[in-house]
């Protein structure tokens, strides 16, 4: 990557980084269009190339780019002495709403990347994907799983958990009148639901 990238205003720099982020979110790397980019961009094909090089320099960049900045937003939301694990859930959704006020598509794209298959972005970014699955996984592991023992297997409960934020995501980030405070605060009331379930709350 051309590092005049962040010689860019702001502006111009997530203007380009949220046209990829959506295009390559909608579509895995394979069927990611260049085209499709640099018109969400409103800039010209050579001006992505000059700063990225290829299809596989920016693929490569934007994940690099958000791995960082979720686990950033992440350091900032989440306690590292917090056990309980519906209010681990609350900080780290809390670190993900500050993520897509900037950029909306960041975790979509993350979380697809993490599943990619095509054999030359995931070469591309298999050091750092790993790098980060391992530090998502340590929040994770922090929380205390052993309160949910009368409740039933904690693995499910998680799951459960997973499967409710995932749905309302999917669900109000559809909606004409969405914002990430209102889809924050709709997590929120299904996990005050699922802590009340488990006698949590």
Do not use: W
């Not at 961009?41 to 992505?48: D, R, Y």
């Not at 934007?62 to 979720?70: K, T």
């Not at 298959?117 to 998502?136: G, L, P, Q, T, V």
């Amino acid at each position: 990557m051309n590092d005049k990238f962040f010689d860019l205003k702001q502006e111009k720099q997530d203007r380009m980084i949220n046209a990829a982020l959506k295009v390559f979110a909608g579509s895995g790397y394979k069927h990611a269009s260049t085209d499709d980019i640099v018109k969400e961009a409103g800039i010209s094909k050579g001006l992505l190339f000059h700063y990225f090089g290829s299809k596989i320099g920016l693929y490569g960049f934007l994940f690099d780019y958000s791995a960082r900045f979720m686990l950033l937003e992440l350091s900032r939301e989440v306690s590292r002495s917090e056990l309980d694990y519906f209010e681990l859930v609350r900080q780290m959704e809390r670190a993900r709403m500050q993520v897509m006020k900037l950029y909306p598509y960041m975790q979509q794209f993350l979380n697809l990347a993490m599943r990619e298959e095509n054999a030359e972005a995931a070469a591309r970014i298999e050091e750092k994907r790993e790098d980060y699955r391992e530090r998502m996984r340590a929040y994770s592991m922090q929380a205390d799983y052993s309160v949910f023992a009368p409740y039933g297997d904690s693995d499910r409960i998680v799951r459960l958990t997973e499967y409710a934020i995932a749905g309302v995501t999917q669900e109000m980030t559809k909606r004409y009148d969405f914002t990430p405070e209102k889809l924050y605060g709709e997590i929120c009331v299904y996990l005050d639901m699922l802590q009340r379930m488990t006698g949590r709350k």
